[in-house]
Nanobody
């Protein structure tokens, strides 16, 4: 069974940092096409925050987080991370990690989803 377990969320003041982790089991990255981080704020649709494509190991970021967030992958440990710096109130959301094994991009149609981890940014 493929499982993705996100962790590292919590409460932080604006301007602070958090590092989210996603442990993947039952699935090896050699079979992955793309890994991504998504988030969903109350009353809003789920959006892609960052994505790493295994076609060329390129990283993509939403305009709202570009320059502040960094996605990385630890292939040996089947883990993907999201380093979040300079957090703002608008970053408050439930964050999800997801994997895809059919396309080299991230979308709402990811094949596997992990349970979200809450990130709350306060002023």
């Amino acid at each position: 069974e493929v499982q993705l377990q996100a962790s590292g969320g919590g409460s932080v003041q604006a301007g602070g940092s958090l590092r989210l982790s996603c442990a993947v089991s039952g699935f090896t990255f050699r079979s992955a096409y793309a890994l991504g981080w998504f988030r969903q704020a109350p009353g809003k649709e789920r959006e892609v925050v960052s994505c790493i494509s295994f076609s060329d190991l390129s990283m993509a970021y939403a305009d709202s987080v570009k320059g502040r967030f960094t996605i990385s992958v630890d292939n040996a440990n089947n883990a993907v991370y999201l380093q979040m710096n300079s957090l703002t109130l608008e970053d408050t959301a439930v964050y999800y990690c997801a994997a895809r094994r059919t396309y080299y991009s991230c979308s709402q149609d990811m094949d596997y989803w992990g349970k979200g981890t809450q990130v709350t940014v306060s002023s």
